[in-house]
């Protein structure tokens, strides 16, 4: 089994700023890439970003682009999302995600989630 962890959401102003991080572990050779996705009360889960095993790719939903930056750090086991220039509109809460491709997470969805944490954006 793979475990996901999630950590950082809070409340914030808007235009602030939040670091998430999410710490695997269990079968953790069992998945290549990483990701995030979010869901706001009401509206169905959406993906936010995704990273493969080097970090050398990178994906993003076009209303994070510019703002969320997406890393992992493999010796720990862990993937961040930095999320710069928050709005209202990011108020959800932020599902951290493990599966074979970043390039397909988005469409296809992961394998393994983790049990989100919530992020509150106050305009």
């Known amino acids: 089994q793979v475990q996901l962890v999630e950590s950082g959401g809070e409340l914030v102003q808007a235009g602030g700023s939040l670091r998430l991080s999410c710490a695997a572990s269990?079968?953790?050779?069992?998945?290549?890439?990483m990701g995030w996705f979010r869901q706001a009360p009401g509206k169905e889960r959406e993906f936010v970003a995704a990273?493969?095993?080097?970090?050398?790719?990178?994906y993003y939903a076009d209303s994070v682009k510019g703002r969320f930056t997406i890393s992992r750090d493999n010796a720990k086991n862990t993937v961040y999302l930095q999320m710069n220039s928050l709005k209202p509109e990011d108020t959800a809460v932020y599902y951290c995600?493990?599966?074979?491709?970043?390039?397909?997470?988005?469409?296809?969805?992961?394998?393994?989630w983790g049990q989100g944490t919530q992020v509150t954006v106050s305009s």
């Open positions: 990273i493969s095993w080097s970090g050398s790719s990178t």
């Open positions: 269990g079968r953790t050779f069992s998945f290549n890439a």
């Open positions: 995600a493990a599966g074979a491709t970043a390039r397909l997470m988005g469409v296809s969805g992961p394998a393994y």
